[in-house]
C-alpha cells in the first residue's frame, strides 16, 4: 500500500521526545477487511534496527506505534472498521508488538466513505522510569490513552519519524484491490485538532 515517510532529520529538526500529528482518512466503499488486519500511519524510532517485523525491542535499538486496523464487521447490514495502535515497546509479549483496539468513549469505528479526523500523540519515556503515554482522538473525541509505557532505556532512542505506513497483514495478501484516501496532514508539539469550518 504506502510506505511514506517523514523524519525529523530530513526536514532540519531535532529529533523529539514527544510529538502530535493529524490527518484525515476516508476509507473507500471497497474498503473491507475479510482476511487479516493491517498497520496505519504512526510514529516511530526503528532507526532500522527494531521495532517492527519480529524486531523486538530492547530499549536500546527502537521502538514503533503506528496504527492499525482490524476485520471490517457488520452490524445491521452496515460497515465498521475497527482502528487502533499497533506498537512495539519493551513490555510486550513475544516478538510482535501489541494491538490495541480505540474503545474510549464512541471509539474507534470507521464508516465506508466518510472523511475522520484521527489525531495521535506520543511521549516517550524518561529511559529509568514507565512513564510513556500513547493517545488517540477521532473527530476531536479521545478514543484511546495508555500510560505506563516503556519505549527506551536510553535517551539516544527519540521519535525519528511519522511513519506513513498503510499495510496489509501480516505476511496475507489483500483479496482485492481497496482504496484509502489521506488528506490534510499536520505534525505539531501541542494538539492540534479538527480543522475549523468557515
Request: aromatic share 14%.
Amino acid at each position: 500500500g504506502l510506505n511514506q515517510r517523514l523524519r525529523f532529520k530530513d526536514i532540519g529538526e531535532l529529533e523529539p521526545d514527544h510529538a502530535y500529528f493529524r490527518y484525515y482518512i476516508r476509507l473507500a466503499d471497497n474498503w473491507d477487511q475479510t482476511v487479516t488486519q493491517g498497520k496505519l500511519p504512526g510514529f516511530a524510532g526503528t532507526y532500522n534496527r527494531a521495532g517492527w517485523g519480529s524486531r523486538k525491542p530492547n530499549g536500546k535499538n527502537g521502538w514503533s506505534a503506528r496504527g492499525h486496523f482490524l476485520k471490517t464487521v457488520r452490524v445491521k447490514n452496515k460497515r465498521l472498521n475497527p482502528i487502533g495502535s499497533y506498537v512495539y515497546h519493551l513490555d510486550q509479549y513475544g516478538h510482535y508488538g501489541s494491538a490495541w483496539t480505540w474503545s474510549k468513549g464512541e471509539g474507534g469505528l470507521l464508516k465506508n466513505d466518510r472523511w475522520y479526523c484521527i489525531e495521535q500523540f506520543v511521549q516517550l519515556n524518561d529511559p529509568d522510569q514507565k512513564n510513556g503515554v500513547l493517545k488517540a482522538w477521532v473527530d476531536g473525541r479521545l478514543v484511546f490513552e495508555q500510560q505506563g509505557l516503556r519505549f527506551r532505556l536510553s535517551n539516544e532512542l527519540k521519535i525519528e519519524e511519522v511513519w506513513f505506513n498503510i499495510y496489509h497483514g501480516g505476511t496475507a495478501n489483500s483479496p482485492r484491490d481497496q482504496t484509502v484516501y489521506i488528506d490534510n496532514f499536520v505534525l505539531s508539539k501541542e494538539y492540534i485538532g479538527p480543522m475549523k469550518r468557515p
